[in-house]
């Protein structure tokens, strides 16, 4: 079969969790999705937005209320057993028991999967994720980053497509994140498409080529990663002149601008209508010589915050 052009497709899903005792909860709402094949996709929202019950619907863990999806074009429900060996999920919780070697715990999973003997590729998947030399070790003498990777290995043993991580960064020290993101990014060059959820909007900012919005359940944008950091259209610009500014001058009062201190003015302008050689070129007519630029993009989490309403729930 050849490689259907959306590795994840959503349509109209919907969830609502029985209510016990409290009223019914609508965990997801009409979301609809097309995740490219071999993209890199994020799907961005604060804490109890939706994003875990999401996956676990792909994963086969939840099942949906109404609506449809498709994982590397087989329907969850119709085509099971196929949606199923096209995903791997590296879920939120280190649910890894502790009694068990990361290489056999590989060789549990290959056969849950149906993989036959011959065809398990074990030490390769370990070597993949770093761990070829704790293959025997005990997982509970494992880190809890090693722990993660172990449940990315766990999630490749079939060789899935399409690989889903849930979260994997909560928790885990900035080194560890570090390695875990060259690894998964290999995998997605080598040809995986990636769906990451996190509330650390660098990390999905520097990694994610598209990046889905989720909040109340409700998805709110989802655009190449650089078209929503060009959303706002605003651009800070401090330039820092030679000697004192006594008064605003007269050609600079049209900008949008405020003195700082003694020898800084600070613009704050949209990038679209004006460009920062207009406002340098206007500062230096005024006589100022200019000792030092600097400029601040809008980020991502500006745009969280602005479509959300709540900020940044990570603190990386
Ligand atoms: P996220 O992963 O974005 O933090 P979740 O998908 O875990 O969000 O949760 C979405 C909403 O659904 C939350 O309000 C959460 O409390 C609720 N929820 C999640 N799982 C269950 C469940 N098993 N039963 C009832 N409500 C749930
Ligand atoms: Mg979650």
Redesign the pocket.
């Known amino acids: 079969m050849h490689a259907p052009e959306f590795a994840i497709e959503t349509s109209g899903l919907c969830k609502t ?1 029985a209510a016990s005792g409290g009223a019914p ?1 609508e ?1 997801l709402k009409d979301v609809s999705l097309k995740i490219p094949r071999g993209s890199f996709f994020g799907l961005l ?1 604060p ?8 996956i676990n619907i792909l994963a086969g863990l939840v099942l949906k209320t109404s609506g449809e999806a498709r994982i590397w074009n087989f329907d969850i429900e119709r085509d099971m057993r196929a949606a199923r060996l096209s995903i791997g999920v590296v879920p ?1 919780e280190l649910n890894i028991d502790p009694y068990f070697t990361p290489r056999e715990l590989l060789d549990v999973q290959a056969g849950f999967y149906g993989v036959r003997k011959a065809e398990r590729r074990t030490s390769e998947v370990l070597e993949a994720v770093g761990l070829a030399d704790k293959a025997d070790a005990y997982a509970r003498s494992l880190s809890g980053g090693m722990r993660r990777r172990l449940l990315v290995a766990k999630a490749m043993v079939h060789s899935p497509p399409v690989l889903v991580l849930d979260e994997p960064s909560a928790g885990v020290d900035v080194d560890l994140r570090r390695q875990l993101w060259a690894r998964v990014q290999e995998l997605n060059r080598q040809g995986a498409t990636v769906l990451l ?1 996190t509330h650390y909007l660098e990390e999905a900012q520097a990694l994610c080529d598209t990046i889905a919005i ?1 909040d109340h ?1 409700r998805l709110i944008a989802c655009e190449p990663t650089s078209d929503m950091v060009g959303r706002l259209d605003t651009k800070e610009m401090t330039i820092t002149v030679d000697r004192d500014i006594d008064s605003l001058p007269g050609s600079l009062q049209a900008y949008p601008v405020e003195v700082l201190g003694n020898r800084q003015l600070k613009f704050a302008f949209s990038p679209s209508t004006i460009s920062s050689g207009e406002i340098i070129t206007a500062v230096q007519t005024t006589g100022f010589t200019i000792v030092d630029v600097a400029t601040r993009e809008a980020e991502l989490e500006d745009i969280f915050l602005k479509l959300t309403g709540q900020p940044d729930t990570g603190t990386s």
């Open positions: 969790y909860v965990a929202g804490n109890g937005a939706g994003k875990s019950t999401l939120q959820t989720i359940g």
